[in-house]
């Protein structure tokens, strides 16, 4: 069942993913680690000065040479605010990037209810990697990452699918999830970022699209109980 946020808590939920993007500001600063807001996140600051009054989570974007060094230095962010979460540091994670989880904190989403993995309020991590010149090299590149991806997915993807689907993402789910996190191991201005994702980026949506879209169906807040 999902989990409707909204008001106060869906403000509060805001603010604690601030929280987090401040402590890991602190130590890409401490470190000259390069990273940049992504997708709605930079579109909330140029646009509001802030959060899409909507959005429910937070996007990172880092290069992947930043990425791996700031991954050296995780441990020194306040283990009371927040934590890094990847495959590495959390077996049972299935995605290809890596996750700010709040300490204290629940946030699981729909659909994902059976999922071993440590959850809490997120921001999302995202590595940047290089791609081909030649448009083959990039198809294939393109094919290649599509496929750890459904791999990765295969999971969640098993309880949530019928018929065909449901059979197939179950035999992918058997493959580990190793193999697929070692195929990966093989932007810009912002207006030129924000004109590729989202056209007239300045215009507000139709009311009936500002929806958050990260759904949950269980969400506690730290030193709280569920809402």
């Not at 106060?8 to 402590?23: A, G, Y």
Request: charged share 30%; hydrophobic share 35%.
């Amino acid at each position: 069942m999902i989990k409707e946020i909204k008001g106060e808590d869906f403000r509060k939920m805001q603010l604690t993913e601030l929280d987090m993007l401040v402590e890991f500001d602190k130590v890409c600063r401490k470190y000259n680690i390069n990273y940049v807001l992504f997708g709605g996140s930079l579109l909330g600051a140029v646009r509001h000065q802030g959060y899409i009054p909507w959005d429910d989570d937070a996007d990172i974007g880092m290069l992947r040479e930043d990425y791996e060094t700031f991954k050296k230095h995780k441990d020194e962010m306040n283990p009371n605010i927040c934590f890094f979460q990847d495959h590495d540091t959390d077996p049972e994670y299935r995605w290809e990037y890596g996750k700010l989880r709040r300490t204290g904190s629940t946030y699981i989403r729909v659909g994902q209810e059976h999922l071993k993995c440590k959850t809490g309020i997120f921001v999302d991590v995202f590595p940047m990697d290089d791609i081909p010149l030649s448009i083959v090299g990039q198809i294939f590149q393109d094919l290649h990452c599509y496929c750890l991806r459904k791999i990765l997915w295969s999971e969640v993807a098993k309880e949530n699918t019928v018929g065909f689907w449901k059979v197939w993402f179950t035999l992918l789910s058997k493959i580990p999830a190793d193999f697929a996190f070692h195929g990966y191991e093989k932007y810009s201005k912002n207006d030129t970022v924000l004109k590729y994702i989202y056209g007239d980026y300045m215009k507000l949506p139709p009311e009936d699209q500002r929806e958050p879209h990260s759904p949950c169906s269980e969400i506690v807040f730290p030193g709280e109980g569920n809402i």
